[in-house]
């Protein structure tokens, strides 16, 4: 298995600029999220989803969209890109069942110039 | 509201030397907690939970944790820290009310020292 994976490792765009950061699992997890990790923030919840066809917001959805159409991928879109959007973008898939830990992808770390 | 709080930006401690890293939670409820890992340029690693049960929860790499619902507390302890330990360290608790998202602290930068 691969468990979480999650592309680009790195990217750089400029202000308004859109991009998809991709996530996979091949873990048939009914859960994803995405987090941002900020220094001195931890890790705040974007989106998330409790399975295909179903999304729903976290803490910080602003300028981020996602779309669940198969259990195995999860994207993020940044619409316009800003500079308040650098940050290190982690996604994680947890098996249902409300005692299951996460499992996280390598990350994205994006830099908007 | 649930939060959880990490009170140490970092914790600093001798190779060999017993750690504990401290978490605290505000839930309503019982809680669903955890410990995550994060290496240098890595996503977090699993590392314990507590759900219910022993108030001692074993984990990987000789880490344990100690609930403690009166003093709502899910310290992480480890009795010889290693150097190799050193790394950032995220206690999370679990939201109960079916939506499965889950609250991260800020992370505790933990370096053992030679």
């Known amino acids: 298995n691969a468990g979480v994976t999650q592309t680009p490792k790195f990217q750089v765009l400029k202000t308004g600029q859109s991009m998809t950061l991709q996530c996979a699992q091949d873990m048939n997890h009914e859960y994803m999220s995405w987090y941002r990790q900020d220094p001195g923030m931890g890790l705040r919840l974007i989106h998330y989803s409790v399975g295909a066809g179903i999304t729903d917001q976290g803490e910080v959805p602003n300028g981020y969209n996602v779309s669940r159409s198969t259990t195995e991928d999860f994207p993020l879109r940044l619409l316009s890109a800003a500079p308040s959007q650098t940050s290190v973008y982690f996604c994680?898939?947890?098996?249902?069942?409300?005692?299951?830990?996460?499992?996280f992808g390598p990350g994205t770390r994006l830099t908007v110039t | 509201a649930q939060s959880v709080a990490q009170p140490e930006d970092q914790v600093n401690v001798a190779e060999g030397n017993p750690l504990t890293v401290k978490c605290t939670y505000s839930?309503?409820?019982?809680?669903?907690l955890f410990w995550y890992v994060q290496y240098p340029n890595r996503g977090l690693q699993f590392l314990l939970k507590y759900i219910t049960g022993d108030n001692l929860v074993k984990g990987s790499y000789g880490f344990e944790a100690e609930f403690n619902k009166s003093q709502t507390s899910f310290h992480l302890k480890k009795p010889s820290a290693l150097v190799s330990d050193s790394a950032l360290y995220f206690c999370a608790v679990r939201d109960i009310s079916g939506t499965y998202k889950y609250i991260f602290g800020t992370g505790t930068r933990l370096k053992v020292l030679a």
């Open positions: 994680a898939s947890t098996a249902s069942g409300s005692t299951h830990e996460q499992y």
């Open positions: 839930v309503s409820g019982n809680p669903y």
